[in-house]
């Protein structure tokens, strides 16, 4: 069975960091390019990040660009999203996504996690 698995939400303050976990069950992940992808109340789900398969190659979108770092650990079958200096904007619910191109077009990805909740708060 084809599975992902988001891990590592919750309730932060802002300026605070997060790491997100990804992690695959019934396949393998580093063949696969694996995006996050987050839906905040009342707005449509955005792309942030993804990491590609063989090279490892990376892409944010300027709203995370220099705080959000992807990176996977194929030994783990893992790949994680480090969030730093948090914002109460990034508050959402946080997707990772496993599919076959370099793109955050959500068509594109064939296998989704559950999501996880990101709150940022005081």
């Known amino acids: 069975q084809v599975q992902l698995v988001e891990s590592g939400g919750g309730l932060v303050q802002p300026g605070g960091s997060l790491r997100l976990s990804c992690t695959a069950s019934?396949?393998?992940?580093?063949?696969?390019?694996i995006g996050w992808f987050r839906q905040a109340p009342g707005k449509e789900r955005e792309g942030l990040s993804y990491?590609?398969?063989?090279?490892?190659?990376?892409y944010y979108t300027d709203s995370v660009k220099g705080r959000f770092t992807i990176s996977r650990d194929n030994a783990k079958n893992t790949v994680y999203l480090q969030m730093n200096s948090l914002k109460p904007e990034d508050t959402a619910v946080y997707y990772c996504?496993?599919?076959?191109?370099?793109?955050?077009?959500?068509?594109?990805?064939?296998?989704w996690g559950q999501g996880i909740q990101v709150t940022v708060s005081s």
């Open positions: 019934g396949f393998t992940l580093n063949y696969y390019v």
């Open positions: 996504a496993a599919g076959g191109y370099w793109s955050l077009d959500m068509r594109k990805y064939d296998h």
């Open positions: 990491i590609s398969g063989s090279l490892s190659s990376t």
